[in-house]
């Protein structure tokens, strides 16, 4: 087991440490705890699923429906009650309110999960693939925009994605989607910036970029109406902002 098979196992591991003693996952423990890498990867997985289980917690429910529900159990010792004040009506429809909110939570929830792992999937290349050469007019249009200092990266880039991919910009794979990256330079620092379509886990809108570092390499990770970008580099999160 390689460690980019012990992630996939150790993602759906949950922060309450109840699934310690599960067959499926000892490997992947085992390596976390031999791996120095894996195990700081695998301390920010499980702090970063703590801070999600807290945001759903605070999920906010209907003012005054605690009262009820209290109420409903009040009436419970009286012989004949209208029906829905009983506890297990109050019972279910605060289970109902809680669903709701999950549904409506769970779109940018799963947004920025997605987001994350795009950041370090952008991060290992540039830390660990060693040449990033490609040939074609398509890298040296998306280096000439992203190389212009009198331009923002944060709004987005007036791409043509296919038009991009066709003419020899570099193509990456990531989740079974075109990555398109180029090396760029600016204010004396070298960056990459990696550009996929927009598609799926990753159509709910968050607000500004998710940064994230990792074995000295820094990402911001963002999006517009078509496309998902991540831009990385090794001096920091403020440099990066700078460009944003």
Same mark, same amino acid.
């Given at each position: 087991m390689d460690n980019e098979e012990a992630?996939?196992? *150790?993602?759906?591991?949950?922060? /309450?440490g109840v699934d310690a003693g599960e067959a499926a996952f000892c490997a992947s423990l085992e390596q976390a705890k031999r791996d120095p890498a894996l195990g700081a990867w695998f301390e920010r997985e499980q702090a970063h699923d703590r801070a999600m289980t807290e945001k759903m917690r605070g999920?906010? @429910?209907?003012?005054?429906?605690?009262?009820?529900?209290?109420?409903?159990g009040k009436m419970s010792a009286r012989s004949?009650? @209208?029906?829905? /004040?009983?506890?297990?009506?109050?019972a279910l429809a605060a289970s109902v309110?809680? *669903?709701?909110g999950l549904a409506v939570s769970w779109p940018r929830l799963a947004a920025t999960r997605a987001e994350k792992r795009f950041g370090e999937f952008a991060m290992n290349d540039m830390l660990h @693939?060693? /040449?990033?050469?490609?040939?074609?007019?398509?890298?040296g249009q998306l280096a000439a925009l992203v190389s212009d200092?009198?331009?923002?990266?944060?709004?987005?880039?007036?791409?043509?994605f296919e038009a991009l991919r066709a003419n020899g910009c570099r193509t990456? /794979?990531?989740?079974g989607r075109d990555v398109l990256e180029v090396c760029f330079t600016r204010d004396g620092g070298d960056y990459h910036v990696y550009v996929m379509k927009k598609t799926g886990d990753m159509r709910a809108v968050r607000e500004g970029p998710l940064f994230a570092r990792e074995d000295g390499a820094t990402s911001a990770v963002w999006s517009d109406d078509a496309h @998902?970008?991540?831009?990385v580099g090794s001096r920091g999160a403020e440099s990066l902002r700078a460009l944003l």
């Open positions: 992630k996939f196992i *150790l993602r759906a591991y949950r922060p /309450s999920v906010a @429910v209907p003012a005054g429906l605690r009262d009820a529900i209290l109420a409903g004949t009650r @209208v029906w829905w /004040s009983q506890p297990r009506w109050m309110m809680l *669903l709701i @693939v060693p /040449s990033h050469a490609a040939h074609g007019p398509g890298m200092p009198q331009r923002k990266l944060g709004g987005g880039l007036p791409i043509d990456l /794979s990531f989740a @998902v970008y991540a831009l």
